[in-house]
């Protein structure tokens, strides 16, 4: 499988589906990544992905797939998040990922949103352990 770092690859305007799921890809999600117009599916589940997400990651209309889960991605959900087309056919972002909720409510429209507890920013502090 793939290791390593995540690369921005998203000045291929031309990109408009990616899946590098199920690999041992590091690192964040690139800001430009977040912003592209992936049309058809952007899936890079089950890797080692941490960092968070910005509140103005891009969710094109004619999007079908997204999968963000099984990494450490963490902080706020973005807003567009809640408000799906209903073109999306797979939303799964949840699931192995802490991240604070609006109302403490995950979105509807992952499949595991029923049984997501909602992260907290209560503790936004460094921990030492000896």
């Not at 921005?8 to 799921?21: K, T």
Request: aromatic share 8%; with cysteine.
């Amino acid at each position: 499988g793939l290791k390593g770092q995540m690369y921005d690859i998203s000045e291929n305007s031309n990109l408009i589906d990616l899946s590098i799921s199920h690999n041992q890809i590091s690192g964040t999600i690139p800001l430009s990544m977040q912003k592209h117009d992936f049309s058809q599916r952007f899936d890079v589940s089950s890797n080692r992905i941490t960092g968070i997400l910005s509140n103005d990651y891009k969710v094109s209309n004619t999007q079908t797939n997204l999968q963000l889960s099984v990494n450490r991605i963490s902080g706020n959900l973005p807003d567009q998040f809640y408000s799906l087309s209903s073109n999306m056919t797979t939303f799964d972002v949840l699931v192995g990922n802490r991240y604070n909720c609006k109302n403490n409510i995950p979105p509807k429209g992952d499949p595991n949103s029923s049984l997501y507890s909602c992260a907290s920013t209560d503790l936004d502090t460094a921990i030492f352990s000896w």
